[in-house]
């Protein structure tokens, strides 16, 4: 069964320029998940989609970020305009909520960011 | 103060030692408690799950949740240089959100 994947690996842009981030959940899982994780830190969520729907953007920088799960499969986070700031590794994760509760976050290798 | 708090390290140890991580946090609302592993330039994995408090043996590795003290732990016995990786815990509500620690990274001297 093929993993969460996520494109492009690597990014270099400059500074204002606009980037975006793919991500492929495992095959079945309804919910999907970005989250930012900057160097020596823990993941932080972005935002939580389960099916189409965003359930939980609290934490997106809605000014420049912004992300869509069209068909409630994969999903595509952008910046515009990137900052230096936003240097970082974006990591895609799924999971299939099931009964009872928490389910097992699959994450991708994640989509590091360097802006320049 | 962080939800989730957790030694940075880096924790260096020789081939063979047991290994014990650990993670405070603030919330009493979480119930679920993992720990995740992630080795460079690669996405964290599920290693541990353990659902409110109690232990969870699995191989080398154990899982200890202390709810009335806030406080988890993972130990690794007979550590081994692949187990070299930082380690991740993550606390969850009822499976709505995550929330992550910042990470212990562990080398395993041969």
């Known amino acids: 069964e093929a993993g969460v994947v996520q494109s492009p690996r690597y990014k270099i842009i400059e500074k204002k320029q606009p980037v975006a981030f793919w991500c492929n959940p495992i095959s079945g899982h309804n919910t999907l998940y970005w989250y930012l994780q900057n160097l020596g830190q823990g993941p932080e969520l972005l935002i939580r989609?389960?099916?189409?729907?965003?359930?939980?953007d609290s934490q997106l920088p809605k000014d420049r970020f912004s992300a869509e799960r069209l068909k409630g499969v994969d999903s595509t986070l952008k910046i515009q305009p990137a900052e230096l700031g936003d240097s970082a590794v974006y990591l895609c994760a799924s999971s299939l909520e099931g009964m009872g509760g928490s389910a097992e976050l699959f994450f991708g290798e994640g989509s590091r960011l360097t802006v320049l | 103060q962080k939800e989730v708090e957790q030694d940075p390290g880096p924790l260096s140890v020789p081939e063979g030692a047991i290994v014990s991580l650990n993670c405070t946090y603030s919330?009493?609302?979480?119930?679920?408690f993992m720990w995740y592993r992630q080795y460079s330039r690669k996405g964290p994995e599920l290693l541990m799950y353990?659902?409110?408090?109690g232990n969870k043996e699995d191989g080398r590795f154990t899982a200890q949740v202390d709810k009335s003290s806030k406080y988890i732990s993972l130990f690794i016995r007979d550590s081994q240089p692949s187990d070299s990786a930082t380690y991740l815990c993550a606390m969850s509500n009822y499976g709505q959100n995550f929330v992550f620690g910042p990470g212990t990274r562990l080398s395993v001297l041969p």
């Open positions: 989609y389960e099916n189409e729907e965003a359930v939980d």
């Open positions: 919330n009493s609302a979480f119930q679920y």
């Open positions: 353990t659902y409110s408090s």
